[in-house]
């Protein structure tokens, strides 16, 4: 694993400094970026501007569903380039309809709207709960503590995390936190104003939590009780990653439950997945609420643009042609166990692993002495020392660390990250 490799030529050198420069100088700082210049990907591996591979166990923060460089996706790229790659919403075209067609057949009877990103797929179903309440005065939208909705004001407002509003108050009205997987506490903090409840159904940026069965049925007979919207923000844990198309699925196909087998959200966000890294986002809509959102009501210049929608159709085609779901989960149950059994041979070093599917979340120790000179937060210096061992993984909160690969990751790589993380491991209890 070591690698015994010359210093790069001064020439190379220059390049990763000047790229760096260059967003220093030019790039509004929101972001504590990581030292890699990136240059190219295929499949599951990426090279920085030195030549250095990477596996890639982040993917790009789970969008990057097929992979880099998928031919597939090139294909269809090039394909509809040809003839339309963007047309506004003013008119009709053929992709747009049919991945609406495709993602309702995936869900259940209901509509979808189109935008570019997961905060705006979010936004649209803060949109919908207005709208559904505006008549009897409810406007408030529970979500839970630790969430993560986007970075729009209303996306920070719903967002659990006080990190994220921070410096941006005052909050824009109408959100309030309840505690995941709290069945009744959610029943607690019902309002009169109270219109919806948003829930992620596996926690990402929040560190991998999955909401338990008994939490999903028990919000829907909440819902249903109360006349309220039950809203999934599924952009992270959907698009198959779980190993079903929504996580809800994969968490409630074992429950013997009443209603398991039912089971609907009146609204889901979409995004990172569905593009494999094209912008592209969407919210679907359950039937009995697909028109509350009228003409004039709601927009997106760009939304659904015939190349986006062509690109995330052909995802989903290569998805269901490969059989993605089912790697997605025996793949992701085989890293999860690997991991597990790592945990329990270095409780030192890593206190639980946990995840459904290919959305895995490792989380560290408490005081790992390796890493008490530091400032930075654990997840960020044991990833630093994963990409020094050519693992590319993302952090979530400050003792997190996530894996969120690509869709069809492949065992022998999956069996190659965990050898890494192994190493890591090793290295920092040395
Ligand atoms: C990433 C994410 C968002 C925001 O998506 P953007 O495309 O960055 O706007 C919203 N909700 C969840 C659950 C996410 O993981």
């Known amino acids: 694993m070591k690698e015994i490799l010359p210093d790069p030529p001064a020439v190379v050198r220059n390049e990763v400094q000047s790229v760096q420069e260059r967003f220093q100088k030019n790039v509004i700082p929101t972001y504590a970026r990581f030292d890699v210049v990136l240059e190219r990907g295929e499949g599951s591996y990426v090279w920085d501007v030195n030549g250095k591979r990477y596996l890639d166990m982040g993917g790009g923060i789970a969008v990057c569903s097929l992979g880099h460089a998928s031919p597939d996706i090139t294909a269809a790229l090039v394909e509809q380039s040809r003839k339309l790659v963007h047309t506004s919403n003013l008119y009709y075209h053929q992709p747009q309809g049919l991945l609406a067609e495709k993602l309702v057949g995936l869900i259940g009877p209901g509509k979808l709207f189109f935008g570019n990103s997961g905060a705006e797929a979010s936004e649209g179903l803060f949109k919908l709960a207005r709208k559904f309440g505006h008549d009897e005065g409810r406007f408030e939208i529970l979500t839970a503590e630790n969430s993560f909705h986007g970075r729009t004001l209303a996306g920070i407002a719903a967002t659990g995390q006080a990190k994220v509003k921070k410096g941006f108050e005052p909050m824009m009205a109408g959100f309030r936190h309840i505690p995941f997987n709290d069945l009744a506490a959610a029943r607690a903090a019902l309002s009169p104003a109270t219109a919806a409840i948003m829930i992620e159904g596996v926690q990402g940026e929040g560190g991998i939590t999955a909401a338990t069965p008994d939490y999903l049925l028990g919000l829907r007979r909440l819902c249903d009780e109360k006349n309220l919207l039950l809203l999934f923000d599924a952009v992270q844990c959907g698009h198959f990653r779980s190993g079903c198309f929504q996580s809800y699925q994969r968490i409630l196909e074992d429950a013997p439950a009443d209603g398991a087998s039912q089971f609907l959200p009146d609204g889901i966000a979409m995004a990172k997945g569905l593009g494999g ?36 159709l052909k995802v989903i085609e290569v998805i269901q042609r490969d059989g993605l779901a089912a790697n997605a989960r025996t793949t992701g149950g085989f890293l999860l166990s690997e991991l597990a059994r790592l945990a329990q041979a270095r409780p030192q070093a890593i206190r639980q692993v946990r995840g459904l599917g290919l959305m895995i979340g490792v989380e560290l120790a408490g005081d790992i002495p390796a890493f008490a000179a530091s400032e930075k937060a654990p997840a960020i210096q044991f990833i630093n020392a994963l990409h020094r061992a050519g693992l590319l993984a993302i952090p979530a909160g400050t003792k997190v660390v996530r894996l969120l690969p690509a869709l069809n990751l492949s065992r022998s790589q999956a069996a190659e990250a965990v050898r890494i993380i192994e190493s890591v491991v090793e290295q920092i209890l040395r």
């Open 277 to 312: 890294g094209l912008a592209i986002g969407a919210f679907w809509v359950r039937a009995p609420y697909a028109d509350l959102l009228g003409a004039g009501t709601h927009g997106s210049t760009y939304g659904g643009s015939p190349l986006a929608c062509a690109v995330a």
